[in-house]
């Protein structure tokens, strides 16, 4: 199961809006076959169930599809390992041995939104030494180091959507795409949103022009009418203070089948995100340098009385990324 699981996560750039899924063949003890889902699970247990025959071992994160379980019957294996539970439907496969749950919880991490029924949300700050993430004029841009912006583009790469704020479009005209330097990944088709309630995002911004269209569509979600004539932009339900609601968002993206979400934004949706309780992820690249305390801080939050209301997270990873330093906080 670790080595489905390597190769399932090898492929995660490439699967970014489906279940993520790699499935072995094993027989006489050797692996045989080695199928990765580029596209979704489908695709992995359709090419392993045509490879495998009778008595051999299937192994993998992800249950097959139901679509498949005729196919599973007529192969007759001679074991089913599984990350998941066995689904109902297979029930009664005789001389079948069954092992469900192996490496429960790295398989569930693998497709969360199979496990929580909603998309990974991460959240992506840079800041500085002195926590501003921009100088008081509005200028971020390269607060960090090449090797940090080359991580933020696996980020990038893994997400199914990314997300960011119209304020950050206004003040950095953001591309908003991939840009590893592999073609299969950068191209690969990943919503990309703007939220503005208002629909202030011009009609000239650089995410709305080629070659930035050519990595796919950009939708602009705002909460009031949509302007005629501006396809890209969509009325969308509102949180109690007319912004874009959050968990609407995250329901949406869910629904289209994206496994993780990125929000890249400034300080306004980033305090949302943070309140909203719905934030599982955040990476926090941290640069050696001073903006001094009239830049711009990481996020707008209610003015707290007590520390004890202050909104925490639990450090799960610190690393030197070049000259900078990453931080990986959770929900606690
Ligand atoms: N260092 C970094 O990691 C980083 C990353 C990105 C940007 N930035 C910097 O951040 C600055 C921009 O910050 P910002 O706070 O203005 O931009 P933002 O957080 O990207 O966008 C905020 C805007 O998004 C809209 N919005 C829609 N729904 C929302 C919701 N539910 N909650 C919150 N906002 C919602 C609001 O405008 P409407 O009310 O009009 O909808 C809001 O003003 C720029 O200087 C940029 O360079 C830094």
């Given at each position: 199961?670790?080595?489905?699981?390597?190769?399932?996560?090898?492929?995660?750039?490439?699967?970014?809006?489906?279940?993520?899924?790699?499935?072995?063949?094993?027989?006489?003890?050797?692996?045989?076959?080695?199928?990765?889902?580029?596209?979704?699970?489908?695709?992995?247990?359709?090419?392993?169930?045509?490879?495998?025959?009778?008595?051999?071992?299937?192994?993998?994160?992800?249950?097959?599809?139901?679509?498949?379980?005729?196919?599973?019957?007529?192969?007759?294996?001679?074991?089913?390992?599984?990350?998941?539970?066995?689904?109902?439907?297979?029930?009664g496969l005789e001389g079948v041995e069954v092992r469900a749950g192996i490496l429960e919880a790295s398989c569930a991490e693998l497709n969360p939104a199979v496990l929580c029924g909603r998309p990974w949300v991460r959240l992506k700050l840079a800041m500085s030494l002195d926590g501003r993430t921009a100088l008081s004029n509005g200028a971020s841009q390269w607060i960090t180091g090449s090797d940090a912006r080359a991580d933020v583009q696996r980020l990038r790469a893994r997400s199914g959507a990314l997300v960011t704020g119209v304020g950050t479009v206004l003040a950095d005209d953001p591309r908003l795409n991939v840009r590893t330097g592999d073609a299969g990944i950068d191209t690969v088709r990943r919503w990309r949103v703007v939220l503005d309630s208002a629909f202030r995002t011009p009609a000239s911004a650089v995410l709305l022009q080629e070659p930035s269209l050519a990595c796919g569509p950009v939708e602009i979600w705002g909460t009031a009418e949509a302007p005629a004539q501006r396809g890209e932009c969509l009325e969308v339900p509102a949180d109690p203070e007319g912004r874009v609601a959050i968990e609407h968002v995250v329901r949406e993206l869910g629904r289209r089948g994206v496994q993780e979400i990125l929000f890249e934004c400034g300080a306004a949706l980033a305090g949302t995100l943070l309140e909203s309780g719905l934030l599982d992820e955040l990476v926090v690249y941290i640069a050696p340098k001073f903006l001094g305390h009239r830049g711009r801080g990481l996020v707008e939050l209610p003015e707290y009385t007590a520390v004890d209301?202050?909104?925490?997270?639990?450090?799960?990873?610190?690393?030197?990324i070049g000259e900078d330093v990453r931080l990986i906080l959770r929900n606690v």
């Open positions: 199961m670790a080595r489905a699981l390597r190769s399932a996560e090898a492929g995660a750039e490439w699967c970014v809006a489906a279940p993520r899924t790699a499935v072995l063949v094993v027989r006489d003890g050797e692996v045989r076959f080695e199928f990765v889902g580029r596209a979704g699970p489908e695709g992995a247990w359709e090419q392993a169930l045509r490879n495998a025959g009778a008595g051999d071992t299937l192994v993998s994160p992800l249950p097959p599809p139901a679509s498949q379980f005729d196919q599973v019957r007529a192969v007759g294996p001679g074991a089913l390992v599984l990350g998941s539970a066995m689904p109902g439907g297979l029930e209301q202050a909104p925490g997270m639990r450090l799960v990873q610190s690393r030197q």
